[in-house]
Structures are given as C-alpha cells and as structure tokens.
C-alpha cells in the first residue's frame, strides 16, 4: 500500500540578505514560471507505514545537487546554482559570483526539522559540483576536473586546509563529470566519473588512468575526447569509470567502465558496488550490481564507437545500446525505463523495518520517483527482483502510468526532481529535491534555484540521531553500526588503530543479528593482523554463500598470495564464490593461474553471462591456449554443431582465431536454432583476423537467407572499424546505391561550378540538386568551403528547404537564407489551444517517425519518443520540438564531413577511429568515410531534427502532436 502525502508549500517571502550573493531581480518569464513564485504543493507517495516531513527548503540552500551526511547527524549539500551558465543566463537566475557553496544543515533542537543552515566553504574552483562525502573532518567534493579535499582541522565548521588530492577529470560544468566518494567496508574510497572524457589521472604514486571515447560536447570545455586510449595496466578503459582510491590519493584502480553517466555507485557492506545509468533518452536507463572489472557495454569495447553503430539488424533498442549480444559485455541489470537516474544508497538497517532492511534505492529525477529493490543472489550475480516506486510524486506507483492532461496541476507533480537519496545516522531516509520543471541537456527553468529535503520516518516513530564518541570503544563499535555509509568508516577506522587487541570485540560481531554488521566484521578483521585474517579464513567455510565471498575479498587485500586461497575455493558449492575466485586470477600471470582456471571452467554451467564474462577477462590473450583444451573437455572431438551449451557459449566469447571453421560450420548449419547461428556469426565477427572476415565474406555470398544477410550486414559494419585493413573492400558491394546516386550528383556538381557552362544550365543543375538528398549534401558541402557561385544562391534556397532529407533541410539553414525563418513560435499560447492527439498521431507518422519511434510506430534514428511524456511536461515537450538545438540529446550532435572528391555528408557521428569515421543519416544509412579523404569535418551546433518551420508545423499542429506524445503511449510493461 501506499500512502499519499500532501505537502504544501507557500511562496517564500525571501529577505534581501538572501539576494546578496551577486544576484540581480530575472525578469518574469511568459513561458515558465520562477520556482519561487508558485504554489509548491507536493503529493508524495510512499509506503503506508512510513511517513514524509519536509525537513529544509530553500534560501537555506539552493539547487541540492548531492548530499551526506556527518558523525553528528547533519546533512551537507552542494549546491549547483551557477549551473551551466555557458547554457543558461546567469543574468536571469540566482548566481553567486564567487563560486558554488557547500552547506550545512541541522535539526539543533530535534523537532525533526532543519533550523540551521551555513556556508561550510564557497570556492570559484566549485562549479557545478555532483558530489560530496564528509569523512571525519575531511570534505572530499567531486568537482570535475578536480577531487578536492577540504580539511577542518579545529572543527569550527570552515575549511583550514584544500587539496586536490586528484585532478585530471573530464567533465567540467557538464552532467558526465565526477561523481561523489563512498568509503567501502575495506576503508578505501569508491567513486565514479561519467563519460565526458577524457579522464587522464595521476594517483599520488604515480599510476595513470587514461580513460576516453568519442564523446565530445554538452559543454564548451567538452571538446577533444578519444577512445581507444591505454593506462599504466596496460588496459584500455572507456567512457564512465568506477574508481577505487586509498584515501591518501594512491591506489587508484579501475573497477569498472563503459558507463555513460552513472550518477553515483556505493560499495554495501560485502564489498558490492552498486548503480544506475542513464541513457540516450530511448527508454533505456537501468539500475544494476558492479561486477568487479565489468564492461557496462556503452561504448564500442575500445570507445571508438557509439553503440547506434553497433545496432544490428532486428535488434531492440536495448540490446544494442548496452551491447548486451557482445561478448565482453556484464549483464545490463534492470531496465526502469527512460527517465534520468541519479543518488543510489543500500538501506543495512531496520530502523525502518525489518521489510526495508537490504533494500537498494535509486533516484530518478527524470522519473519524479525513487525506486526500490531487493536484490538476491541468481548464480553468480545478482537478481535485483521486482522494481517498485518507493516515493514518488506521481498520482500512481504503477510504471504503466498514464498520464492524465485534466489532472490537477499535473506539471507541477513533475517537478519533484529527487537528486540524492542518503541515509540518516539515526536511520531515516533523505531526499533532495532539485525543483524544476526540466531535467538533463544543461537546462534548468526554476529561476530562483528552489530547492528541498524530505525526511523519511516510520509513521508515528521519532527517530533521534545517536551520540557517538569516538574516544570510547562503546563509540566506536556504535559509529561501526551505523547505518550512514561515511558514518560506520570513522568506527572502522578507530578499531582498526587498536590492531590485534579489537580482533575479539569486532569477533564478537560475527554473530550479529544485522547481517551487514557481520560483514563488516569480517572486512575489518582481516586488517586486524593474524588474529583477525585467522578469524577470517575460518569465514570461507561460513554456510553464507555472501560472507564466504566477503572474506574472500577481504583476504586478497590484505594477502601477498591469494593462490593458496583460490585453490581452496575453486570447487566451492556457490557460483558467485567461484566467479569472485576467478577475479581475482585476472591480473596475475597465466602460466601461475592455468590450473586454478580450468577447474574455474569446468564448472562453468554454460548459461551464467556473469561468470562467462569474468572467465573471458581472466584469458584474455590466451584464448588460442586454452581453445583445444576446452574442446576436448567439452566438445568431445564432435562437430560444432553438436557442441554442448558450455562449449557453445565458451566459443562465442573466447572467439579465437582457431574457432573459425567451427563458427561457419554452426553457422551455415539450417539444423541449429536461428538464434545459435547467429551467435555463431557475432563470434566470427568479434575475431580480428582476415581469416575470419574471408569466411563472413563467403557467407554474405550463399543462399542461406537470414544468415547470409547478416554476413553481409556484418561486413558492411566491420568495413567502417576492426576489419578495414583485412579486406579488398572496393572488390565488395557495399553502399553501391548510394555510390551510384552520388556519381550522378557530381556530374551535376561539376556543371554548376563550370564557369564556361551556361547560367540557364547551371541553374537547372543547381535545382535538380537542392532537390536530391544526396545532392542537397554536396551543395551544402560547397557552401561551407564558400565554394558556390553567388548567381546560384537564389535559385538553390528556393529549392534546398523543400529537400526531402530532413538533415539537409536542418543544416541548410547554417549557410542560406529561409523563407519564413523569423516565424516564432508562443509555448504559452499553443499550451492553451484545444489539442486533438489523432490528429497529432497523423502528424507524427507524417512528419516524425521517419526518425523517431513512438510504440510500434516510426524509426530510432533520433532519440526514442515512446515513454517521454513521462519525462518532461507539455511546457517543456514544446519547447524542444520549437528549440531542438537549445538542448541536443548527447549521442546525436550532427557532423558535416567533406572529402577530398568534393562529397559532402551530414549525419550523426556514429564511430571514428585512426582509420575511419561513420556516420549515419537521418534515412539510418550509414557511410564509412577514409580519414585520409576527410578535408574538412566540424560538429554542427545545430540540431538534426527540424524546427517547426522547417517541418512546415503549425502552432496547432504543435499542440496537437504534444498531445499525442503525452497521451497512453507512455506505458511501460515491466
């Protein structure tokens, strides 16, 4: 059941001291209403026994975008309210002149309500900052590219001492950047960074990350970023990274990587990371469980590529956008659908409830909702069970929701926009709400930077934040307790100063009934020397699958040999024990390992994605050592298409170059299941060798349907990257319709730029080419080299806005004059008008769904529409169909390519490596273009989706296809 909670909120009367801070009056706006200036009534609903208070609003502070809280109970908030100014007028919104804040919030006479708010520091170098961890008198704020460390050394609340313990980070003034810190259970501090790289770090002992993609944009320091880049462990990591750091600045190691933008991860008390990640706005987000060294499959496996290169025919969505059909790729988790992921936090208490203990929040401030799970074991992973909206502002926690445009203020329930979700040391819930009516693309519409904090409490309980002194053991064992994450690490910290003589106090811990205070136990033991590492090998024999892997995990931090262990635990019972066994055989030397390993694959059940993944990263380099081995193990000298399960599964993840003929064989087979077949072909197609692309050639060429043309699809694909150099491509026939058409456009091309040539000719060859697809690009491609007569400007703008490619519709407007192009548009006024949403379907299908997707209906070219009136408003939906540029999704910022044969082509940037780049147009063609033909390629600012004008939209049509977007095509089946 879930209870509904009205809270109501009048406007602020603010006093002018608040507006001291280098703020002037924002004029009113006509289109979107100042955060300050309307009624701030919140339904919020949330399980019956438990009940939410307002706790702190603004002007005690602004614009919450993180939130932890300290040994004394309190909460500190970083605050963004200089947020993207290179986006938003700061002449216009609250701004402090003198940098970003960080504040300090406290209830001082428990009436369970903050009544006391300061500035702990303000700093110009904090911009925007997406993180905060208060750790004993240490501040650590994850500001990009800076993680800084503010000391207060005499405990007045103000900062005595700051250092950038690290720097280096992609993502300055951008949402991707660096993310808050966590101290784990080991004492050692986790945290993460988004995918606006490149991420180039040094640690304090020298070792250097290096980790990058393709991504560029969303901010102007966004501007060079590369895949395919390697660290000092000679791997290569990409996109968003999950760190671990000794919290003296050495250690850094890779936990994880190929996130997009993962908001936050937190370590629970066995030692497992947990995440969410956001997506490319196609109804893609998730929440999953961080295996150690996991591929999150965003990127191309090196970050050359985005994964709409990769999307292979008659895959979903999905699939392809984390790579879940690659080998190499982890489980992608739960699918909660579009939104915009944010604070997560494991609840290890039962403060609350014996129900809530173990359960995994995550915030969604896309989705005006905190979601819960019960994660479980499943193999050797996890399952994170049922999803459900644990608080939400939405008249219904059903994700199937509707929405109903009569409902009472049904944008303003949308603005609850939960940007953290942090646990009390008293065991209440927190939740920080950045109030506006938009959220992601580096906008922000609530003018006076409003923000609020919620308390979560069991109904009719009051909880009171304990006294902990941390000079008493009885203090210490109760900050070791505690459910606050940065809280229980000061405990951790003074019981592991006291060494051996607290390994029999801590012991005692092992039969605690909190089953997260036992694992803790067993993390701190090992560090506790002899005594304690002996109580932990006792662990690894524990009837408690998770305690078992814990103590394991604890022993190879703390052991110079972890062999002797893996040994032992190599034939365990549980599944999840042997893949955290074969993690930590990853980085050690094969010749040392191969023995422990085989049994690791004996027992493999030929279904666990979890442990295969773990299993191709410890062989990575030696699959061609192993492949005969596990051949004669599992595949018992019969043909391959006779193969068992573990061998099949074996094959297509290791994929050496010795599987070939095994692959084709399965392949070409018509006994075997589509599906086994086409597995068969993504394994040849993962082998980097000309062996494996001369046997993909010779499948596109046989009668075999389904097969032979995913052989060619697969060819045309690897043409663009891995394969560029194995192959004769110009002996292949690959893009030839296009090739043909663009033949005929430069016949045409060379007649216009003939001087020699009649004008009467010209023009007619200047009009015939505004009007092609193909030849609208080479026109466009002329102007921006300023290459096209004067005397052709009319004749091609009468023509080029009337393409019938969207894209050269939209880019033309960079280099000619439009008709009608100073139309402008009121939102105010459309938003009143009386909207047909079968009107607006027609319109979509007509003048949208050649890119988009809405259900069934359209193509995911752009971004997918079917669940984004669960996102935004009616206010907000027009406003990026009116300024599509104002705000680009990232992933589909266009590209203009010229080439040295006079060709010219716009589309989405798709991959680029030192070999090539692709991009594909808006008809979803893609073109693999040489980098050594490139004379010219430039990031447009300009949106590919057309504005209005350009898509010969009216204001009613507008409002009609709003209508549609926002009517039940927002249904989500779990």
Same mark, same amino acid.
């Given at each position: 059941?879930?209870?509904k909670?009205?809270?109501?909120?009048?406007p602020?009367?603010l006093?002018?001291?608040?507006?001291?801070?280098?703020y002037?009056?924002?004029?009113?706006?006509?289109?979107?209403?100042?955060?300050?200036?309307i009624?701030?009534?919140?339904d919020?609903?949330?399980?019956?026994?438990?009940?939410a208070?307002?706790w702190?609003e603004?002007?005690m502070?602004?614009?919450?975008?993180?939130?932890?809280v300290d040994?004394?109970g309190?909460?500190?908030?970083t605050?963004?309210v200089?947020?993207?100014?290179?986006?938003?007028?700061?002449t216009?919104?609250l701004?402090?002149s003198q940098?970003?804040?960080?504040?300090?919030?406290?209830?001082?006479?428990?009436?369970?309500?903050?009544d006391?708010?300061k500035v702990?520091?303000?700093d110009?170098d904090?911009?925007?900052p997406?993180?905060?961890?208060?750790?004993?008198?240490?501040v650590?704020?994850?500001?990009?590219?800076?993680?800084?460390v503010?000391?207060?050394e005499n405990?007045d609340?103000?900062p005595?001492?700051?250092e950038i313990?690290?720097?280096?980070f992609?993502?300055?003034?951008?949402?991707?950047s660096?993310?808050?810190v966590?101290a784990?259970?080991?004492?050692?501090w986790?945290f993460?960074?988004?995918?606006?790289?490149?991420?180039?770090?040094t640690d304090?002992?020298g070792w *250097?990350? /290096?980790a990058g993609? +393709?991504?560029? $944009? &969303?901010?102007?320091y966004a501007?060079e970023n590369? =895949?395919?880049?390697?660290s000092?462990d000679?791997k290569?990591w990409?996109?968003?990274?999950a760190?671990?750091i000794?919290?003296d600045?050495?250690?850094?190691?890779v936990?994880?990587?190929?996130?997009?933008n993962?908001?936050e991860i937190i370590?629970?008390?066995?030692?497992n990371?947990?995440q969410n990640?956001?997506?490319?706005?196609v109804v *893609?987000? /998730?929440?999953?469980w +961080?295996m150690? $060294? &996991?591929?999150?499959?965003?990127?191309?496996e090196d =970050?050359?590529?985005?994964?709409?290169a990769?999307?292979?025919?008659?895959?979903?969505i999905?699939?392809?956008?984390?790579h879940?059909?690659?080998?190499?790729?982890m489980?992608?988790?739960?699918?909660s659908?579009?939104g915009?992921?944010?604070?997560v936090?494991m609840?290890?208490s039962?403060?609350?409830g014996s129900?809530y203990?173990g359960?995994l929040?995550s915030?969604?401030?896309g989705r005006?909702t905190i979601?819960?799970?019960?994660?479980?074991?499943?193999?050797?992973?996890?399952d994170l069970?049922?999803?459900s909206?644990f608080?939400?502002s939405l008249?219904?926690?059903?994700?199937?929701?509707?929405?109903?445009d009569?409902?009472q203020?049904a944008?303003?329930?949308k603005w609850f926009?939960?940007s953290?979700?942090a646990v009390g040391?008293?065991?209440?819930?927190?939740?920080a709400?950045?109030y506006d009516?938009?959220?992601?693309?580096h906008?922000?519409?609530?003018r006076?930077?409003?923000?609020?904090?919620?308390?979560?409490?069991?109904?009719?309980?009051?909880?009171?934040?304990?006294?902990?002194?941390?000079?008493?053991?009885?203090?210490?064992?109760l900050?070791?307790?505690?459910?606050a994450?940065?809280?229980r690490?000061l405990?951790f910290?003074?019981?592991?100063?006291?060494?051996?003589a607290a390994?029999?106090?801590?012991t005692?811990?092992?039969s605690d009934n909190?089953?997260?205070?036992r694992?803790r136990a067993?993390?701190?033991?090992?560090?506790?020397?002899?005594?304690?590492?002996?109580?932990?090998e006792?662990m690894l024999?524990n009837?408690?699958?998770q305690?078992?892997?814990?103590a394991?995990?604890?022993?190879?931090?703390?052991t110079?040999?972890?062999?002797?262990?893996a040994k032992?635990?190599?034939?365990d019972?549980?599944a999840?024990?042997?893949?955290?066994?074969?993690i930590s055989?990853r980085?050690l030397?094969?010749?040392?390992?191969?023995?422990v390993?085989?049994?690791?694959?004996k027992?493999f059940d030929?279904?666990?994605r979890?442990?295969?993944?773990?299993?191709?990263?410890d062989?990575?380099?030696?699959?061609s050592?192993?492949?005969?081995v596990?051949?004669?193990?599992?595949?018992?000298?019969k043909?391959?298409?006779?193969w068992?399960?573990?061998?099949?599964?074996l094959?297509?993840r290791l994929?050496p170059v010795?599987?070939?003929?095994?692959l084709?064989a399965?392949?070409?087979?018509?006994?075997?299941p589509?599906?086994?077949?086409?597995?068969a072909?993504?394994?040849?197609?993962?082998?980097?060798?000309k062996?494996?692309?001369?046997?993909?050639?010779a499948l596109?060429?046989?009668k075999?349907?389904d097969?032979?043309?995913?052989?060619s699809?697969?060819?045309?694909?690897?043409?663009?990257n891995?394969?560029?150099n194995?192959?004769?491509w110009s002996k292949l026939n690959?893009?030839?319709?296009y090739?043909?058409?663009?033949a005929?456009?430069?016949v045409?091309?060379?007649?216009?730029l003939?001087?020699?040539?009649?004008?009467y000719?010209?023009?007619?060859?200047a009009?015939?080419?505004?009007?092609?697809s193909?030849g609208?690009?080479?026109l466009i491609?002329?102007?921006a080299e300023?290459?096209?007569?004067?005397?052709l400007m009319?004749i091609?703008?009468?023509?080029?806005?009337?393409?019938?490619?969207?894209?050269v519709r939209?880019?033309?407007?960079?280099?000619?004059?439009?008709p009608?192009?100073?139309?402008?548009y009121?939102i105010?006024?459309?938003?009143?008008?009386?909207?047909?949403?079968?009107?607006?379907?027609?319109?979509?299908?007509?003048?949208?769904?050649?890119?988009?997707?809405v259900g069934?209906i359209g193509?995911?070219?752009?971004?997918?529409?079917?669940?984004?009136?669960?996102?935004?408003?009616k206010?907000e939906l027009?406003?990026a169909?009116?300024?599509?540029?104002?705000?680009i999704?990232?992933?589909?910022?266009g590209?203009?390519?010229n080439t040295k044969?006079?060709?010219?082509?716009?589309?989405?940037?798709?991959?680029?490596n030192n070999q090539a780049?692709?991009?594909k147009?808006l008809?979803?063609q893609?073109?693999?273009?040489?980098l050594?033909?490139?004379?010219k390629k430039?990031?447009q600012d300009?949106?590919?989706?057309?504005?209005?004008?350009?898509?010969?939209?009216?204001?009613q049509?507008?409002a009609?296809?709003?209508?549609y977007l926002?009517?039940g095509?927002?249904?989500?089946?779990r």
């Amino acid at each position: 059941m879930k209870r509904k909670y009205y809270l109501t909120f009048f406007p602020l009367l603010l006093c002018l001291s608040v507006y001291l801070w280098s703020y002037k009056e924002a004029p009113k706006s006509t289109d979107f209403q100042a955060g300050a200036a309307i009624s701030k009534r919140v339904d919020l609903y949330l399980p019956d026994d438990l009940e939410a208070t307002l706790w702190a609003e603004s002007p005690m502070f602004f614009n919450p975008t993180n939130m932890d809280v300290d040994i004394k109970g309190r909460l500190w908030v970083t605050e963004a309210v200089n947020y993207r100014n290179f986006n938003n007028d700061s002449t216009r919104f609250l701004h402090h002149s003198q940098g970003d804040r960080v504040m300090i919030l406290e209830d001082t006479d428990g009436d369970g309500k903050a009544d006391s708010s300061k500035v702990f520091v303000q700093d110009r170098d904090l911009v925007s900052p997406v993180g905060i961890a208060v750790i004993g008198n240490k501040v650590i704020v994850s500001c990009s590219p800076n993680l800084i460390v503010y000391t207060d050394e005499n405990g007045d609340d103000k900062p005595d001492k700051k250092e950038i313990l690290l720097t280096g980070f992609g993502g300055k003034d951008h949402d991707h950047s660096l993310h808050a810190v966590f101290a784990g259970p080991d004492g050692n501090w986790y945290f993460n960074a988004g995918n606006s790289g490149p991420h180039v770090v040094t640690d304090k002992a020298g070792w *250097t990350l /290096r980790a990058g993609s +393709l991504a560029v $944009g &969303g901010s102007p320091y966004a501007k060079e970023n590369q =895949g395919n880049l390697k660290s000092d462990d000679g791997k290569v990591w990409v996109g968003g990274v999950a760190l671990r750091i000794n919290p003296d600045g050495t250690g850094l190691k890779v936990m994880g990587h190929n996130f997009r933008n993962s908001y936050e991860i937190i370590p629970d008390s066995y030692g497992n990371l947990w995440q969410n990640d956001n997506d490319d706005q196609v109804v *893609t987000c /998730r929440t999953t469980w +961080l295996m150690e $060294g &996991g591929n999150a499959g965003y990127f191309s496996e090196d =970050g050359t590529r985005y994964w709409q290169a990769d999307q292979r025919p008659g895959q979903d969505i999905f699939t392809a956008h984390w790579h879940q059909d690659d080998p190499g790729v982890m489980p992608a988790g739960d699918r909660s659908g579009t939104g915009a992921p944010t604070g997560v936090v494991m609840y290890e208490s039962d403060i609350l409830g014996s129900q809530y203990m173990g359960m995994l929040l995550s915030a969604d401030a896309g989705r005006n909702t905190i979601f819960s799970y019960h994660p479980t074991l499943k193999k050797s992973g996890y399952d994170l069970g049922s999803r459900s909206n644990f608080i939400t502002s939405l008249a219904s926690d059903n994700v199937g929701y509707v929405w109903n445009d009569s409902a009472q203020n049904a944008d303003k329930e949308k603005w609850f926009r939960p940007s953290d979700v942090a646990v009390g040391t008293d065991g209440s819930i927190y939740v920080a709400d950045w109030y506006d009516p938009v959220v992601g693309g580096h906008q922000m519409r609530d003018r006076n930077g409003y923000g609020r904090i919620y308390r979560i409490t069991p109904k009719n309980k009051k909880l009171t934040a304990p006294k902990i002194n941390l000079s008493t053991a009885e203090g210490q064992l109760l900050a070791f307790k505690n459910p606050a994450i940065n809280v229980r690490n000061l405990g951790f910290e003074k019981l592991k100063e006291r060494g051996e003589a607290a390994a029999e106090t801590v012991t005692a811990l092992l039969s605690d009934n909190n089953r997260y205070i036992r694992a803790r136990a067993v993390w701190l033991l090992s560090q506790l020397g002899p005594k304690g590492r002996a109580e932990v090998e006792k662990m690894l024999a524990n009837p408690d699958t998770q305690i078992r892997a814990a103590a394991y995990r604890a022993l190879q931090q703390t052991t110079t040999d972890i062999l002797p262990y893996a040994k032992k635990l190599a034939g365990d019972t549980a599944a999840f024990v042997r893949r955290e066994v074969a993690i930590s055989l990853r980085d050690l030397p094969y010749e040392k390992t191969k023995e422990v390993l085989l049994e690791l694959v004996k027992r493999f059940d030929g279904e666990d994605r979890w442990y295969l993944e773990t299993l191709g990263a410890d062989l990575k380099g030696h699959e061609s050592d192993i492949y005969p081995v596990i051949l004669k193990l599992f595949g018992e000298n019969k043909p391959s298409i006779k193969w068992n399960k573990q061998m099949t599964a074996l094959a297509w993840r290791l994929h050496p170059v010795e599987a070939v003929n095994d692959l084709v064989a399965r392949a070409e087979n018509a006994t075997l299941p589509v599906v086994e077949r086409r597995a068969a072909l993504t394994a040849l197609a993962f082998v980097n060798h000309k062996t494996a692309a001369d046997a993909m050639a010779a499948l596109s060429t046989k009668k075999l349907g389904d097969v032979s043309d995913q052989a060619s699809y697969w060819l045309s694909f690897r043409q663009g990257n891995d394969w560029y150099n194995l192959l004769d491509w110009s002996k292949l026939n690959i893009n030839t319709r296009y090739e043909r058409k663009l033949a005929q456009m430069k016949v045409k091309q060379q007649v216009i730029l003939d001087a020699d040539q009649s004008i009467y000719e010209r023009r007619s060859r200047a009009r015939e080419m505004a009007a092609d697809s193909v030849g609208g690009q080479l026109l466009i491609g002329l102007a921006a080299e300023k290459k096209l007569p004067q005397s052709l400007m009319p004749i091609i703008q009468e023509k080029i806005f009337q393409n019938p490619d969207a894209t050269v519709r939209v880019q033309a407007t960079n280099y000619f004059s439009m008709p009608g192009s100073n139309k402008t548009y009121s939102i105010s006024q459309i938003e009143k008008m009386t909207a047909d949403a079968t009107r607006g379907k027609a319109l979509f299908i007509n003048r949208c769904s050649s890119c988009h997707k809405v259900g069934a209906i359209g193509k995911a070219i752009g971004p997918e529409l079917t669940t984004i009136g669960k996102k935004f408003g009616k206010t907000e939906l027009l406003d990026a169909i009116i300024n599509p540029s104002a705000a680009i999704v990232f992933g589909y910022d266009g590209w203009l390519v010229n080439t040295k044969d006079g060709s010219s082509l716009f589309g989405f940037l798709v991959s680029e490596n030192n070999q090539a780049m692709v991009l594909k147009d808006l008809s979803g063609q893609r073109h693999t273009i040489p980098l050594g033909e490139i004379t010219k390629k430039q990031k447009q600012d300009k949106s590919l989706m057309p504005d209005p004008v350009n898509n010969g939209l009216t204001e009613q049509n507008l409002a009609d296809i709003v209508a549609y977007l926002r009517k039940g095509q927002s249904i989500v089946k779990r």
